[in-house]
Nanobody, 123 residues
Framework: QVQLVESGGGSVQAGGSLRLSCAASGRSFSSRTMVWFRQAPGKERAFVASIVWNGASTDYADSVKGRFTISRDNTRNTAYLQMNSLKPEDTAVYYC????????????????WGQGTQVTVSS
């Protein structure tokens, strides 16, 4: 069992930065792939980034490549999403998730979800 709590969301102007954190409780955090998804109003929840259990491999949606960086600290049971050069189209609720698969891409690949944190980017 893994419980996930996101933090770090907020409002920022276009071009700005935010860092989201995902604090996990439960003994299996370090063995799971951690994933970030986002859901904009009226749209489906979409994959943003993932990182495997030891941080050796990461994966990003094309829309965020070069701007977002996913990382994790297994000693702190925390995953992070550093978001730079933010655009208005990045506005969404961002969800942290945990998965057993190496390259989770869809909601069906996820085992546990956080409650989400709002990110709003103004132009």
């Amino acid at each position: 069992q893994v419980q996930l709590v996101e933090s770090g969301g907020g409002s920022v102007q276009a071009g700005g930065s935010l860092r989201l954190s995902c604090a996990a409780s439960g003994r299996s955090f370090s063995s799971r792939t951690m994933v970030w998804f986002r859901q904009a109003p009226g749209k489906e929840r979409a994959f943003v980034a993932s990182i495997v259990w030891n941080g050796a491999s990461t994966d990003y949606a094309d829309s965020v490549k070069g701007r977002f960086t996913i990382s994790r600290d297994n000693t702190r049971n925390t995953a992070y999403l550093q978001m730079n050069s933010l655009k208005p189209e990045d506005t969404a609720v961002y969800y942290c998730a945990a998965a057993w698969t190496m390259r989770p891409k869809t909601k069906d690949d996820v085992t546990y979800w956080g409650q989400g944190t709002q990110v709003t980017v103004s132009s």
